[in-house]
């Protein structure tokens, strides 16, 4: 049973550059959320997708967006990048919006220079 | 804000000891409490949960304990092994099902067990 992948693992960025990260969700899971975990820090919730729209977002500007695809799989895209920016960004599936227990990938570590 | 505060920030049990780690929230609504460990260069893994009409909750050899009255919740690990070092998060929720359930985590606690 696969969890959830997520891809690249690593990325290099310069400022004011756009990204794009993608994300799996554990297989029967319909829900993802994505959160940005900032290094010795907790995760913080960046926003949540079912049926491919956005249902709740945390306190995040506009810059990051999300996408999410009829195979339930998603994508993050962050623009006009910023030095603070840099963590890495998990992304996390449930079985449903009702369901409460999330199962999160391995990250992706975004570099931002 | 941080919603959830965690404490210790860093903890050093020796082999065979309990660990004890400790949150405290103060949004009454949150109703569904996860521990996460995360090992260096991995996402965190769910490994366990409680609900506030249970005070404790027990898998294996790890235990939650919940106290609705203090707001306060603690992971207990029991025969610490060293294979247990990593970073413990606790999380707390709330929403529904049409908007979701988004967690608020707390920063952290470090766990080394030594032999």
């Known amino acids: 049973d696969a969890g959830v992948t997520q891809s690249p693992t690593h990325l290099i960025k310069t400022r004011g550059q756009q990204v794009t990260l993608r994300c799996s969700p554990k297989?029967?899971?319909?829900?993802v959320s994505w959160y940005q975990q900032a290094l010795g820090q907790g995760p913080q919730f960046i926003f949540q997708?079912?049926?491919?729209?956005?249902?709740q977002r945390g306190n995040f500007p506009d810059r990051f967006s999300g996408h999410q695809f009829p195979n339930y799989s998603s994508e993050l895209n962050v623009n006009a990048l910023l030095l603070g920016d840099s963590a890495l960004y998990l992304c996390?599936?449930?079985?449903?919006?009702?369901?409460?227990?999330?199962?999160f990938g391995p990250g992706t570590r975004l570099l931002v220079l | 804000q941080q919603q959830v505060k965690q404490s210790p920030q860093s903890l050093i049990v020796q082999k065979g000891g309990i660990s004890i780690i400790n949150c405290a929230y103060e949004n009454t609504a949150f109703d569904y409490f996860p521990w996460y460990q995360q090992f260096p260069g991995k996402g965190p893994a769910l490994l366990i949960a409680?609900?506030?009409?249970?005070s404790e909750k027990k898998e294996g050899r790890f235990t939650i304990s919940f106290n609705k009255s203090a707001k306060q919740f603690s992971l207990h690990i029991m025969d610490s092994q060293p294979g247990d070092s990593a970073t413990y998060f606790c999380?707390?929720?709330?929403?529904?099902?049409?908007?979701?359930?988004?967690?608020?985590f707390g920063k952290g606690t470090s766990l080394l067990v030594t032999p």
């Open positions: 409680i609900r506030p009409d249970v």
């Open positions: 996390a599936s449930s079985l449903d919006p009702g369901v409460r227990a999330q199962y």
């Open positions: 999380a707390a929720s709330t929403g529904n099902s049409n908007s979701g359930y988004a967690l608020n």
């Open positions: 997708y079912y049926e491919e729209e956005e249902r």
């Open positions: 297989s029967g899971h319909d829900t």
